[in-house]
């Protein structure tokens, strides 16, 4: 999935000569942390956040507070902002995200400001993508870490008749095994649970009670 397909286009932004008092209306107005700093021309010259904000503010005690909010958004903005391509992965622009600590990208078309992402939102999508959103059960397999294993395993499902809504892999604490996390369309994964154990699959979610027959 590519960001065009999940980022919001109607971006809020500021100028670096407004006030750091509107700023701070926008974000509350709008409810949101952050503000692209643009030019006439849209083209991407700063970052503020709330927490830029907060960061900055004097004390309630102080009576500078009424100087300060007059001051421009260019005085405490971030210049060095990372920047995201429309065209670029949700998985990749995530990486991005947590190795710097952002929790938003701005997105980019020729310099110019299209478009903002959140933490948020590549939330929302993550639950989209695993369709833990939808009446789905969760199917928790270990297997060898050997090629073929995911078809073997997405076969016995087929088998049964379900549909496979998605399907992650995660490296096992054992090196010499994967474990396969399924989301099934079906609420009832005991038959599943049987098949898998008969092909001597370990299966680690759904745990059946003892003496619960299929």
């Not at 980022?7 to 692209?36: G, N, Y």
């Not at 991005?96 to 980019?108: A, D, H, K, R, Y």
């Not at 078309?109 to 969760?138: C, N, Q």
Request: hydrophobic fraction near 40%; aromatic fraction near 4%; proline fraction near 5%.
């Amino acid at each position: 999935m590519m960001l065009e397909q999940i980022m919001k286009t109607d971006v809020i932004s500021v100028k670096a000569s407004d006030k750091l008092s509107k700023a701070f209306s926008l974000m509350e107005e709008h409810k949101i942390r952050h503000l692209p700093v643009t030019d006439d021309n849209l083209l991407i010259i700063g970052m503020v956040s709330d927490r830029d904000l907060r960061d900055a503010s004097p004390s309630v005690f102080n009576p500078s507070e009424a100087v300060f909010s007059e001051k421009e958004v260019a005085s405490i903005m971030k210049r060095d902002v990372i920047t995201a391509l429309p065209t670029d992965f949700v998985e990749d622009a995530a990486t991005v995200m947590v190795e710097n600590q952002f929790s938003c990208l701005p997105i980019e078309r020729d310099d110019r400001l299209i478009g903002i992402i959140t933490d948020s939102d590549l939330l929302k999508t993550l639950v989209r993508l695993t369709g833990a959103d939808l009446p789905t059960s969760r199917l928790e397999v270990q297997v060898p870490n050997v090629s073929g294993m995911l078809t073997k395993a997405a076969s016995l499902i087929s088998d049964q008749g379900v549909n496979i809504q998605s399907v992650l892999v995660y490296p096992a604490s054992d090196p010499e095994k994967k474990t396969l996390v399924f989301r099934v369309q079906t609420m009832d994964t005991r038959k599943l649970v049987e098949k898998m154990e008969d092909n001597d699959f370990s299966v680690l979610w759904p745990e059946l009670s003892p003496g619960m027959s299929v």
